[in-house]
C-alpha cells in the first residue's frame, strides 16, 4: 500500500494549479491558501484508516452511486428512532426497505423555536444533545459501512445561527467577525440589496436584512432574521467551512447535501442568486473533497428552474456537484396528479433524458420540505393555464377544497398580496388514503393505493437515484400533532414531519393492510429495479408518445433489452396507443404480454420488458 504522503500529494498535485488559481481569482491571498492547504493535510492524516481504504476503492469505482441497487431514504432522526444510537437498532428495518442510503435530516446542535428545523446551526461541532454525540454519529457510520449503507447529511453553509460563536462574537462589535457576515450601520446599502435581491419568505420573514438595534446594525438574513448570512468574500469564512466539511467527511458521511447552495455568494446590484462565484466555490469544494476524501459526494439543493439546475453539475471536466435534487420534476409530478395531463412532464423528462449521463439526478416524491409550484409557466400558457389561476387551483385541490380531489394538506407561506402559497402534506395523504380513510370507503381506499403506488412505479422508473421519504413505505398520513406544540404550530411543514408509526411499520407484515399493499408493492417493483439491467445508469432513457395526455411511457434500452413503463395519470381508465413488435414479459404481474394499445385502469400502470434484436 502506497504512503499516506505519498497519496495525498499525488491527488493534491492533480488538482493544485486549478484549485489555486480559482482561490487567487476570489481572494488574492497566498497565505490562506498555504493555510488551507496545509489542513488538508492535516484532516487527510486524521482520517481513519477504514475511511481511507473506503477512499481507494471508490476512486477505483468512481460511479459507484450510480448503479442501479442505489435507494436512499430521508429521516428525522429523533422522529424515526428518538437517537444516533437508537438509530443504529433500526438499521435492519431499512435494511428490510431496501434503503442502502440514510439522509439524517438535519442533526447539529441549533437553538430551540430558531432553528428553522435544524438549518440555522449554532454549533457545527456539536450534535443536538436529545440526539446524542459526535463519537454517537461516527460509530453510526462505521456500522452503516458494514452493513454496505451510506450515511448523508445536510450541510448548512450559506448561514450560521445567530446564537453561532461568530455571530455572538459579531453582536459585540469585535471585527473579525463581523466582517464573516454582512453589517452595515445604515439602511443605505442594506436598501440597494432590497431593490434587487427577491424575498425568499415574504411573509413570514419579509426583506432580507434584519435591525439589531442593541448595536445599530443592520446584518443580512435572506432566510429568517436568525439565520445570518456569511460573507464568502472573506477566505476567512471559505477557508473555515471547507474544515467543517472535512471534519464530517471524517466522521464517516458518504453523502453532503450542500444547503441553499445558489445563495451563497453576494452582489450588490444583483439578485444573489447563481452567481458565477458560486460555482467557483463548489468547484474548489469538488477538488477539496477528491484531495482528501474522495469517497464523499456532494449533493446539491438547488431549488430553482431547470436551466439553472444543471449548470450545477458544472462540465464533464470540471464537475461541481455529484448529484443535484430533481425539484422541478416533483413539483411537476404533482401538477401531472391534479391536472391528469403529462404534457409538462413529458417535455421536463426530454429535456434531463437528454443530458450527459454523468449527471445524477436524485428523483422523490416528497421530502420534509414544503412543494412549491415553481413550474414552467411559458409553457403552460400556451395551453392555456396561467400562473395565478393555476397556482390557487394546484392548491385548491392539494388542500381538497375542489370537487373532485380527495388530498388533504395545509399552504405553507400563504401570501395574500401575490396570491402565492406552497404546499404540505404526506404522499399517502396527498394520494387521498387519508380522506378516504375518514369516509372508510374501501373502493376509494384502493384507488388511493393505486395512485400512491403508481407514483412509486413511475419515480423508480427515472434516470438517476430514487430517495424516499420516511413513512411513505408504510403510507404514513399528515400528522395534525404539530399545532398542539407551540415551537411549531406556525409552520405547516411539521405536518409531513410526524413521528415515524411503528405500529403501522408492523401492518406492513398483513399484506391485506393498506401499509402491507404499499409496502410490498414497493419491495416488488425496487427489486426488479435492482436486478434488471435495463435500470443501469449506461441505460438509454425517453419518454414514449402514446397520443394520450393523461398517460406517460418510459422507454428504457441497455442492450438487447428494452422496457416501457407505462402510468396512467388519470381516476379514468386510459389506453396507451403503443404498437411494439415482440412478446414481452410484465414484470410486476408475471407472464408474457403484447405491447400494444394497452389499456389501464385510473391510476393504473405496467412495467414491461423484451429483446430488440440487436444488428449482426
Not at 138 to 143: F, G, R, S
Not at 320 to 344: F, P, Q, S
Request: glycine share 6%; net charge negative; hydrophobic share 35%.
Amino acid at each position: 500500500m502506497a504512503k499516506a504522503e505519498d497519496i495525498f500529494q499525488k491527488r493534491l498535485e492533480k488538482h493544485h494549479d486549478e484549485l489555486r488559481w480559482l482561490y487567487m481569482e476570489l481572494y488574492q491571498n497566498d497565505s490562506m491558501f498555504a493555510e488551507l492547504c496545509t489542513n488538508m493535510y492535516q484532516y487527510y492524516m486524521n482520517r481513519r484508516q477504514q475511511l481511507k481504504m473506503r477512499d481507494e476503492q471508490r476512486e477505483k469505482n468512481p460511479d459507484w452511486f450510480r448503479q442501479n441497487d442505489m435507494l436512499g431514504m430521508m429521516l428525522y432522526i429523533d422522529n424515526f428512532a428518538g437517537n444516533l444510537k437508537e438509530m443504529q437498532k433500526k438499521l435492519s428495518y431499512l435494511a428490510s426497505c431496501n434503503v442502502n442510503c440514510i439522509h439524517l435530516m438535519p442533526f447539529l446542535d441549533s437553538p430551540k423555536g430558531r432553528s428553522d428545523g435544524g438549518y440555522a446551526v449554532a454549533d457545527f461541532r456539536k450534535v443536538r444533545p436529545d440526539l446524542g454525540t459526535m463519537e454517537d454519529l461516527a460509530k453510526l457510520a462505521d456500522m452503516c459501512h458494514k452493513k454496505d449503507i451510506n450515511l448523508c447529511m445536510d450541510f448548512v453553509m450559506n448561514h450560521t445561527s445567530e446564537e453561532h460563536e461568530w455571530a455572538i462574537r459579531a453582536r459585540r462589535g469585535e471585527g473579525e467577525y463581523m466582517s464573516r457576515y454582512f453589517f452595515y450601520d445604515n439602511d443605505e446599502i442594506p436598501a440597494k440589496y432590497e431593490a434587487t435581491v427577491p424575498q425568499v419568505f415574504p411573509t413570514t420573514a419579509p426583506g432580507n436584512f434584519t435591525y439589531l438595534p442593541e448595536i445599530g446594525y443592520y446584518v443580512m438574513t435572506t432566510f429568517y432574521p436568525y439565520q445570518w448570512d456569511l460573507n464568502y468574500r472573506n477566505p476567512r469564512v471559505f477557508n473555515e467551512m471547507m474544515y467543517q466539511f472535512l471534519f464530517f467527511a471524517n466522521q464517516g458521511m458518504d453523502i453532503i447535501r450542500i444547503d441553499a447552495v445558489p445563495y451563497i455568494w453576494k452582489e450588490l446590484g444583483t439578485k444573489c442568486r447563481n452567481l458565477p462565484e458560486v460555482h467557483t466555490i463548489v468547484r474548489m469544494m469538488r477538488m477539496i473533497g477528491e484531495i482528501v476524501c474522495p469517497s464523499v459526494l456532494l449533493l446539491g439543493e438547488v431549488v430553482m428552474e431547470p436551466e439553472k439546475v444543471v449548470p450545477y453539475f458544472g462540465t464533464i471536466e470540471k464537475p461541481e456537484c455529484h448529484m443535484l435534487y430533481n425539484v422541478t420534476t416533483m413539483a411537476t409530478t404533482w401538477n401531472c396528479v391534479a391536472t391528469k395531463d403529462i404534457r409538462l412532464l413529458k417535455r421536463q423528462m426530454d429535456i434531463v433524458n437528454n443530458l450527459p449521463k454523468e449527471y445524477t439526478f436524485l428523483n422523490y416524491l416528497r421530502c420534509h420540505d414544503d412543494i412549491g409550484w415553481g413550474l414552467d409557466y411559458s409553457v403552460l400558457q400556451q395551453w392555456g393555464m396561467e400562473e395565478i389561476p393555476h397556482k390557487r387551483f394546484l392548491n385548491d385541490y392539494f388542500t381538497g377544497k375542489t370537487e373532485n380531489s380527495v388530498s388533504r394538506g395545509e399552504l405553507y407561506n400563504e401570501d395574500p398580496i401575490t396570491q402565492d402559497a406552497r404546499f404540505c402534506g404526506t404522499t399517502a395523504s396527498m394520494c387521498g388514503i387519508e380522506s378516504a380513510r375518514l369516509e372508510n370507503d374501501l373502493s376509494k381506499i384502493d384507488k388511493a393505493v393505486e395512485l400512491d403506488v403508481m407514483l412509486h412505479a413511475y419515480m423508480l422508473a427515472q434516470s438517476g437515484i430514487p430517495m424516499l421519504y420516511s413513512g411513505d413505505e408504510i403510507a404514513q398520513l399528515n400528522d395534525y400533532r404539530y399545532k398542539e406544540n407551540p415551537d411549531k404550530a406556525g409552520d405547516s411543514r411539521y405536518i409531513h414531519r410526524g413521528k415515524f408509526q411503528w405500529d403501522l411499520a408492523e401492518k406492513r407484515k398483513e399484506s391485506t393492510s393498506v401499509q402491507g399493499k404499499v409496502f410490498w408493492a414497493l419491495d416488488k417493483l425496487e427489486t426488479i429495479r435492482r436486478k434488471e439491467a435495463v435500470f443501469q445508469a449506461s441505460a438509454n432513457v425517453y419518454t414514449y408518445d402514446v397520443h394520450n395526455d393523461s398517460v406517460l411511457c418510459i422507454m428504457r434500452e441497455n442492450g438487447s433489452d428494452v422496457f416501457f413503463g407505462i402510468f396512467n395519470f388519470s381516476d379514468r381508465e386510459e389506453t396507451a396507443w403503443i404498437q411494439e413488435d415482440g412478446i414481452f414479459t410484465d414484470l410486476m404481474a408475471g407472464g408474457k404480454i403484447e405491447v400494444k394499445n394497452i389499456t389501464l385502469p385510473g391510476y393504473g400502470f405496467r412495467w414491461t420488458k423484451g429483446e430488440k434484436k440487436l444488428p449482426k
